[in-house]
């Protein structure tokens, strides 16, 4: 069973930026391809940045490249996601998943969720 649990969502103003974390409890985490979703309300759950076993090995979402920045330490059990110049559009709930292996997925085919963290943008 692996435990994910997200933290660094609050509110900001547009153009500004936040720093999202997702911890992991699992023996090797290396062996987990991570990714990171989001769901605003009434809408259905999106992908948002997805990251392999390596750094070099990541793939977002048209809508946030050149903004976001998907990045993990494999030491400390944590995959990131950093966003910058933040947009009203891009609030809301932010999850982290994960599945074992390698392979990267853009849909929501990961075996494990976090609970969720929120990211409110004012404009």
């Known amino acids: 069973q692996v435990q994910l649990v997200e ?10 930026s ?8 699992v023996r090797t985490f290396g062996g987990y391809a991570m990714a990171w979703f989001r769901q605003a309300p009434g809408e259905e759950r999106e992908f948002v940045a ?3 076993w390596t750094s070099d090995n ?10 976001f920045t998907i990045s993990r330490d494999n030491a400390k059990k944590t995959v990131y996601l950093q ?3 933040l947009k009203p559009e891009d609030a809301a709930v932010y999850y982290c998943a ?8 853009v849909t929501p085919r990961y075996s494990y969720w ?3 963290t929120q990211v409110t943008v004012s404009s």
Do not use: H, M, P
């Open 58 to 67: 990541t793939v977002y979402t048209d809508s946030v490249k050149g903004r």
């Open 18 to 25: 936040l720093n999202l974390s997702c911890t992991a409890s």
């Open 83 to 85: 966003l910058n110049d």
């Open 50 to 52: 997805a990251i392999g």
């Open 7 to 16: 933290s660094g969502g609050g509110l900001v103003q547009a153009g500004g």
């Open 114 to 116: 976090g609970q969720g």
């Open 98 to 105: 994960a599945r074992f292996g390698s392979e990267v997925l």
